[in-house]
């Protein structure tokens, strides 16, 4: 998942990656010890220059297709993964199925499915999909349900794991948000409708339960709109919870601040990076008005929508960056934010090392929401301009760096 506003929609048969021109990155980093929390300054790269990592010209694998048989018509793909055999596994989220692909696209079976019985999905519906040691996968939705559950391998449906924590009531309902390589789950607030100034985030065993909590923190910024309705507020402020390596990223998007967690919930690292706060212009308003409204199929509601985002609040300032994501090798994915009206052709990260060190900015494809970065790929789903669906892999090259 993106913040960017409206992806514009791209024709995958004649899609083809141009990188932009390659630097090298010479950046002055700070890092000393205060009361026992390692703090990194980082400048920010030059403007224009890019990290000596290439992304493939094309995909590699591309899965989906506009008509053929099922299995390859792909219907809220919302997450993927690829196993070390080189097997990916696709979440197909409105038919409740995990679709297991070679390393090829060739369709090799399907878990799961809409039921009652074990390692089936009734009535829960499925989102997210991350790998646990020795390649089995753990699967589980958002917001409503809780329940998790875990399969081998071979697609064998090992158990299910409803955590106490994530009940109503208890610990403000939280849910999984994300889970760890050793298997701990990242657990963050249940209802995106919510306002509230501080939220709560936990850090929970692979049995879901209280390993350390990880405090409060600033939730995502919204307003009330009539007696029980919530919108966010335009430009408002997120709150990024990631795995990384042995701590865990808790950070607002407000300031260019990224604060990591050790496993014990005490604050191990903060990591920053030159930045230049920017107030939201009325072009910029205009444009997130227009880009969210656009996404909205009827006329009638268009209008509606567009009046009751004429009146909403707008945050102070930009969001400081967008998203954040980690790779196989622990380096830390930071996402530009892009204001409407000025999007690049790509998508740009600033790229750190698991010590917190800048190490310069990186694009991608533009229309690719990125769901895992491996050692030398990237796997994303992107939408053609039928709206058809396609999980991709792309290939990655650090030997630049």
Do not use: C
């Not at 048969?13 to 929390?37: K, M, N």
């Not at 709560?200 to 910024?221: F, K, N, Y």
């Not at 990223?249 to 014990?264: G, L, M």
């Amino acid at each position: 998942m993106k913040t960017r506003i409206a992806p514009l929609l791209i024709s995958v048969g004649t899609l083809a990656w141009q990188p932009g021109a390659v630097t090298a990155q010479g950046l002055a980093t700070q890092q000393h010890d205060s009361a026992g929390i390692w703090i990194v300054e980082n400048a920010r790269p030059a403007e224009g220059s890019r990290l000596g990592w290439r992304i493939g010209p094309r995909p590699e694998v591309s899965i989906g297709e506009v008509t053929g048989d099922d299995p390859y018509l792909l219907s809220g793909a919302s997450d993927a993964t690829r196993l070390s055999d080189g097997r990916i596994v696709v979440v197909n989220r409105f038919t409740r199925e995990l679709r297991i692909f070679d390393e090829a696209g060739n369709h090799l079976g399907t878990w799961g499915g809409t039921g009652e019985g074990p390692g089936e999905f009734e009535p829960v519906t499925i989102f997210h999909i991350a790998p646990l040691p020795g390649d089995s996968v753990i699967v589980w939705g958002i917001w409503h349900d809780p329940l998790m559950s875990v399969f081998d391998p071979a697609g064998n449906f090992e158990r299910r794991l409803r955590p106490q924590r994530s009940q109503p009531g208890v610990a403000g309902g939280l849910i999984a948000v994300a889970v760890a390589r050793d298997g701990s789950i990242l657990a963050g607030p249940n209802r995106i409708s919510t306002i509230a100034d501080a939220v709560t985030v936990e850090l929970w065993d692979a049995q879901g339960e209280l390993r350390a909590p990880l405090g409060t923190h600033p939730g995502v910024e919204r307003y009330r709109v009539g007696e029980r309705g919530t919108e966010s507020v335009i430009f408002g402020r997120s709150l990024m919870l990631e795995p990384w390596g042995d701590v865990i990223v808790v950070s607002p998007t407000t300031r260019y601040e990224i604060k990591a967690f050790a496993q014990d919930g005490s604050l191990a690292r903060i990591v920053r990076r030159d930045h230049a706060m920017r107030t939201p212009t009325t072009a910029h308003v205009e444009g997130y008005i227009e880009e969210a409204v656009s996404r909205i199929p009827a006329a009638a509601s268009q209008a509606s929508a567009r009046r009751r985002y004429q009146s909403a609040p707008v945050a102070e300032y930009l969001p400081a960056f967008a998203s954040v994501m980690t790779d196989a090798l622990d380096h830390l994915w930071v996402e530009e934010f892009e204001p409407p009206g000025e999007e690049l052709p790509g998508v740009l990260w600033t790229i750190f090392d698991p010590d917190g060190r800048a190490l310069g900015f990186v694009e991608t494809p533009e229309d690719l929401e990125i769901y895992e970065i491996g050692e030398h790929y990237i796997l994303g789903r992107t939408r053609d301009e039928l709206d058809v669906e396609y999980v991709q892999l792309w290939s990655l090259d650090r030997a630049g760096s």
